[in-house]
């Protein structure tokens, strides 16, 4: 991850930008010119981001371009571009880029506000449903539709929502509730019911309108400011029996008499999930709850107050105010949001807008006579009588061919031909508007020419370089041989450092590394004691362990003050001496992966033929340097 997050660094550096302007040639690389406004591009990007000065150099940075171009070079001449590896991760990032503008920027901000205008209220409605599978038949879908309709021709008439309701609606809850839904916000119920309960009037019937669970009405019988959430602890007696009865009113009685809710919740509660967190409930707003305990929550006003025990489905319950919570303002519920909106049917409703406004600005044009060919076909037919070398869409200058059609339908049998083209068209615009997008927008284009040449980077450098130097084992052990020189300790010692933050804890700690106590005893022993780290093993000198003072002598001293203190064992003082090859091979690493790309960048030299114009490089060196 490391290496791969070196690499985009890199690229971000050395990626190659074209402006539309003539240019001059600066390099020409294996017979291709490279014009110097790409040069200027990336180097004047590297001025503002480095500060070593040798780096900054014209020159300096010219050799270090024209090793990522050599690279470069090497990738596309091995094909590295073809790998499904490459090409499946290229495109994972190219979706992440192209994502945002996918959405319409003015329709978010609209839904987010629509989302917190909504929330400030609750909706009190009733509803009747009639279901309808996903892929019903239009004859099977009007049938439904005029059911539902003559449900509401029968209210409007006189007859009563709520029978009605019991008699008709396929909401299994209708049977009980006469199909009142109680109060509820917005994000609690799928978006096209939550736009009718919102945009139809109290006391109004709806006229029937289609979700994913079949057709509906609504009955809006009230609209109120929103509560917001509540948390409270409670008390709960399952059942209701004479025996609860009782012992929820002697349960108030101590609550009365100062007794501590906590307490009678853990010792009375039959609700196993709260009652050791002293009744505690996490916070809810009033459509999370059943009604009957939702009302009694929201009724007390003030942290501390207790309700009258009161009877649910579920049993006796007394109720403790704990907190209340007002919706927030905009501004500080914006992020939640729009992190929201971007889910669910909203999250259709953006990509729809962007749909119509390409089918506006787009030239479309279908072959109706084409399209027919695909309809009523038999799919089970061993030869298919198919335009499929044919056109069967236009898209501007697009020609999109009937086979592109054939494929999709084959994996949407279950639509019907029309259908299946109507789906199959937005994503041919969805797929032209995506292709032309980096034309439309500069920056996109030069992101996503930094991402695919940084990919192909890094896999180039991972099979050439970084795999290689640490495979080839006896590589590095005779690189390490020959260079020992480099890799030696400077004055060290070998030393144990315990950092805590209690002078007495370090007083203890150095008694017991004073008595020689094995490290994983003294772990153990001062586990409790505020042990905030232990260091062990071989340290050179100037180790940032140490203090700038510190006077390294055998033994054990505590250094420090003020809640920092560290206790510092010296066993041995070491003097300057090369290291061992496991002491220091990620070094060793480090330096032979080097080598190798020195030497196979002097082979690349060799193979792909640069030339510099030097005219057009000493306009350069006179504007930089």
Do not use: C
Not at 291 to 316: C, H, M, Q, Y
Request: glycine fraction near 4%; aromatic fraction near 12%.
């Amino acid at each position: 991850m490391f290496k791969k997050l070196f690499i985009f660094v890199t690229i971000s550096l050395v990626s190659v930008f074209s402006y539309a302007q003539k240019k001059s040639t600066l390099l020409t690389v294996n017979g291709k010119e490279i014009p110097t406004s790409d040069f200027i591009t990336v180097y004047e990007k590297n001025l503002s981001i480095v500060n070593d000065p040798e780096q900054k150099d014209v020159t300096n940075y010219l050799e270090l371009y024209k090793n990522y171009l050599l690279k470069l070079e090497e990738a596309y001449a091995l094909k590295m571009d073809t790998v499904p590896s490459y090409i499946e991760e290229f495109n994972r990032y190219k979706k992440q880029l192209i994502d945002p503008y996918l959405k319409d920027d003015n329709k978010e901000k609209d839904l987010i506000k629509e989302a917190y205008d909504r929330m400030l209220k609750e909706v009190n409605a009733s509803h009747i449903l009639i279901r309808m599978k996903k892929d019903a038949s239009p004859e099977d879908t009007l049938k439904i539709y005029n059911k539902i309709l003559d449900a509401r021709t029968r209210i409007v008439n006189g007859e009563s929502f709520e029978s009605v309701a019991k008699e008709l609606s396929q909401d299994p809850s209708a049977k009980d509730n006469g199909g009142n839904l109680g109060y509820f916000t917005v994000f609690q119920m799928v978006y096209p019911f939550e736009n009718m309960a919102y945009n139809t009037s109290v006391g109004e019937i709806s006229m029937p309108f289609r979700t994913r669970f079949g057709y509906h009405i609504i009955k809006v019988n009230d609209i109120r400011d929103s509560q917001g959430e509540v948390e409270v602890a409670h008390i709960m007696l399952k059942d209701d029996t004479p025996e609860n009865q009782e012992k929820i009113k002697k349960i108030k009685a101590e609550l009365d008499a100062g007794a501590s809710f906590e307490t009678l919740a853990k010792n009375y509660s039959d609700d196993n999930a709260t009652k050791l967190k002293g009744g505690k409930l996490p916070k809810f707003s009033t459509n999370k709850m059943i009604p009957s305990f939702s009302e009694v929550a929201f009724a007390l006003n003030n942290p501390g107050d207790i309700s009258e025990p009161f009877k649910t489905r579920f049993g006796w319950h007394i109720i403790k105010m704990i907190k209340k919570y007002p919706v927030g303002s905009y501004e500080s519920l914006k992020p939640e949001l729009a992190n929201k909106v971007k889910q669910g049917q909203r999250a259709k409703i953006l990509g729809r807008s962007v749909i119509d406004r390409l089918f506006k600005e787009y030239n479309i044009e279908e072959e109706s006579e084409v399209i027919n060919a695909f309809k009523g076909m038999d799919w089970d037919a061993e030869n298919l009588d198919l335009p499929l070398s044919k056109t069967i869409l236009r898209v501007n200058e697009s020609l999109i061919p009937a086979s592109a059609f054939y494929e999709y339908y084959k994996s949407n049998k279950k639509l019907n031909a029309q259908l299946a083209f109507n789906k199959f068209k937005e994503e041919e615009v969805l797929n032209y508007y995506k292709e032309k997008l980096p034309e439309q927008y500069p920056d996109l284009k030069q992101t996503l020419k930094e991402y695919r040449e940084g990919l192909l980077l890094f896999d180039l450098m991972q099979d050439k370089v970084w795999k290689k130097a640490e495979q080839d084992t006896l590589g590095l052990e005779n690189y390490y041989n020959q260079h020992k020189d480099k890799y030696w300790w400077k004055d060290s010692v070998d030393a144990v450092v315990i950092t805590t933050d209690k002078e007495e804890n370090a007083k203890s700690i150095k008694e017991l590394l004073s008595n020689n106590v094995p490290l994983d005893s003294i772990k153990k022993q001062i586990k409790t004691k505020g042990l905030h780290a232990v260091k062990s093993g071989t340290f050179e000198r100037d180790n940032t362990l140490f203090p700038q003072e510190f006077k390294f002598i055998e033994g054990v001293s505590i250094t420090g003050d003020n809640g920092q203190y560290k206790v510092i064992k010296i066993n041995e003082l070491l003097k300057a001496h090369p290291k061992k090859f496991e002491e220091t091979r990620g070094r060793v690493i480090s330096d032979y992966q080097d080598f190798i790309e020195k030497n196979w960048l002097v082979d690349l030299r060799s193979k792909y033929p640069i030339k510099l114009n030097e005219k057009a490089f000493k306009k350069l060196k006179r504007k930089y340097n």
